[in-house]
């Protein structure tokens, strides 16, 4: 826990039977309770009271063009959330028997009769989602409300895989934080829209459920067979735009410190020229490898050396991403960030075929990407120069 200047406002609720019932209490009242979830901690607050949601975008100090999506406890509990045609229904229900509780969220039509149009950025559409972690799912029931959640961190830092990470944001908020166990994935849900009258599913932002989980999945159902599966194609949106699913600003999953994706070339490999990069000095980076690629020639030269996974295993970098990010801002006297740009290791004859394949490879660029807000830099060997790319 980091040493915090001024008045801590967060009170900590224990995980157990009194612990949940006085969080379902601070939930029906309008209060704001941090909870587990599979994926990453969420801010919760009671979905259908608008005065309540609101408070959600000021403790996070999150824009309204960001909309946050609706946890419930039973397939059942999204009829009353949508307005969706039966035909919609009967896939809604089939994707769900395949994928919840799990990290699927699914964006549909809301029912503005009862959703708050906060809840969906003005957009109409609202994501919604059964999580698989039985301490989010007590607390709902508890509750007796469908539970609208973002992460619980500050608008576009990391996202928080423990209570502690929740306190160090939002220490100074008036929120409850429930205690209970680490993530198990690590990253965020996969947002999907349903687009039925296209015959198409539309994946909005990747995540901890893999797009050819969802392809197998139609394929399974004959009457569903012929839907594809796509995934938006427009990487970046501005704050100012209304988005119908979270995570698809520029810098998102950021680090307090600066952060670039890192390219090491050899000298004279570069295929163009590039630009020094100015006010970055090694010594004092965290440089973040993947496996020990570079430990032997950058070790000794950087303020710390840390590795997303030992072993270059994809899953267990796409579960510690968060963690790592938070412990390197951490880190005394360290000013930047050098995290390895696996696009580049895994696709650009980096990859002499030892990696394992992963179906999430995709979400994992995605996240690194946006943690460094699109910045990448080039590290040349043996000089150990840096460059702007």
Same mark, same amino acid.
Not at 33 to 61: C, H
Not at 64 to 89: C, G, N, R
Not at 194 to 220: I, M, P, Q, W
């Given at each position: 826990?980091?040493?915090?200047?001024?008045?801590?406002?967060?009170?900590?609720?224990?995980?157990?039977?009194?612990?949940?019932?006085?969080?379902?209490?601070?939930?029906?009242?309008?209060?704001?309770?941090?909870?587990?979830?599979?994926?990453?901690?969420?801010?919760?607050?009671?979905?259908?009271?608008?005065?309540?949601?609101?408070?959600?975008?000021?403790?996070?100090?999150?824009?309204?063009?960001?909309?946050?999506?609706?946890?419930?406890?039973d397939i059942a509990a999204a009829d009353e959330l949508v307005e969706i045609t039966e035909a919609e229904k009967n896939l809604v229900n089939y994707l769900g028997s395949k994928f919840w509780p799990g990290p699927m969220t699914l964006v549909l039509k809301a029912n503005l009769a009862k959703v708050p149009s906060i809840v969906t950025a003005e957009t109409g559409y609202v994501g919604i989602r059964y999580p698989a972690n039985s301490t989010a799912i007590e607390l709902i029931r508890e509750s007796g409300r469908?539970?609208?959640?973002?992460?619980?961190?500050?608008?576009?830092?990391?996202?928080?895989?423990?209570?502690?990470?929740?306190?160090?944001?939002?220490?100074?908020?008036?929120?409850?934080?429930?205690?209970?166990?680490?993530?198990?994935?690590?990253?965020?849900?996969?947002?999907?829209?349903?687009?039925?009258?296209?015959?198409? $599913?539309?994946? /909005?932002?990747?995540?901890? !459920? %893999?797009? =050819?989980?969802? #392809?197998?999945?139609?394929?399974?159902? *004959? @009457?569903?067979?012929?839907?594809?599966?796509?995934?938006?194609?427009?990487?970046?949106?501005?704050?100012?735009?209304?988005?119908?699913?979270?995570?698809?600003?520029?810098?998102?999953?950021?680090?307090?410190?600066?952060?670039?994706?890192?390219?090491?070339?050899?000298?004279?490999?570069?295929?163009?020229? $590039?630009?020094? /990069?100015?006010?970055?000095? !090694? %010594?004092? =980076?965290?440089? #973040?490898?993947?496996?020990?690629?570079? *430990? @032997?020639?950058?070790?000794?030269?950087?303020?710390?050396?840390?590795?997303?996974?030992?072993?270059?295993?994809?899953?267990?970098?796409?579960?510690?991403?968060?963690?790592?990010?938070?412990?390197?801002?951490?880190?005394?006297?360290?000013?930047?960030?050098?995290?390895?740009?696996?696009?580049?290791?895994?696709?650009?004859?980096?990859?002499?075929?030892?990696?394992?394949?992963?179906?999430? #490879?995709?979400?994992?660029?995605?996240?690194?990407?946006?943690?460094?807000?699109?910045?990448?830099?080039?590290?040349?060997?043996?000089?150990?120069?840096?460059?702007?790319?």
């Amino acid at each position: 826990v980091k040493n915090h200047p001024g008045d801590v406002a967060a009170q900590i609720l224990q995980v157990g039977k009194a612990g949940l019932q006085k969080a379902g209490e601070i939930i029906r009242n309008g209060g704001l309770v941090a909870f587990p979830t599979e994926t990453v901690y969420g801010l919760g607050a009671d979905a259908l009271n608008e005065t309540a949601v609101r408070s959600i975008f000021t403790a996070k100090r999150r824009p309204l063009s960001d909309p946050v999506i609706i946890h419930i406890a039973d397939i059942a509990a999204a009829d009353e959330l949508v307005e969706i045609t039966e035909a919609e229904k009967n896939l809604v229900n089939y994707l769900g028997s395949k994928f919840w509780p799990g990290p699927m969220t699914l964006v549909l039509k809301a029912n503005l009769a009862k959703v708050p149009s906060i809840v969906t950025a003005e957009t109409g559409y609202v994501g919604i989602r059964y999580p698989a972690n039985s301490t989010a799912i007590e607390l709902i029931r508890e509750s007796g409300r469908p539970i609208a959640a973002p992460s619980a961190n500050l608008f576009c830092h990391v996202s928080p895989t423990s209570p502690v990470h929740v306190f160090n944001d939002l220490y100074d908020r008036p929120i409850y934080i429930l205690d209970g166990e680490s993530t198990t994935f690590g990253i965020e849900s996969t947002v999907v829209k349903v687009k039925l009258d296209e015959r198409k $599913l539309l994946v /909005l932002r990747r995540g901890s !459920l %893999s797009v =050819t989980d969802l #392809v197998n999945a139609l394929a399974l159902r *004959e @009457e569903f067979a012929d839907i594809t599966v796509e995934v938006y194609k427009k990487k970046v949106v501005s704050e100012e735009t209304h988005t119908e699913a979270p995570g698809q600003f520029l810098k998102h999953y950021a680090p307090e410190l600066e952060t670039y994706l890192l390219r090491v070339v050899h000298d004279g490999e570069h295929d163009q020229e $590039l630009k020094p /990069l100015e006010g970055v000095d !090694l %010594s004092s =980076t965290v440089f #973040v490898d993947f496996g020990r690629r570079h *430990e @032997e020639i950058v070790s000794t030269q950087v303020r710390e050396y840390l590795t997303l996974s030992e072993k270059e295993d994809l899953a267990e970098a796409m579960r510690s991403l968060y963690e790592v990010l938070r412990y390197s801002e951490n880190i005394k006297g360290a000013r930047h960030i050098l995290v390895m740009d696996l696009d580049y290791e895994l696709r650009a004859g980096k990859n002499k075929g030892e990696v394992k394949a992963f179906d999430h #490879v995709d979400t994992l660029v995605d996240k690194l990407f946006r943690s460094a807000s699109g910045k990448t830099a080039v590290l040349s060997l043996p000089s150990l120069k840096l460059f702007l790319a």
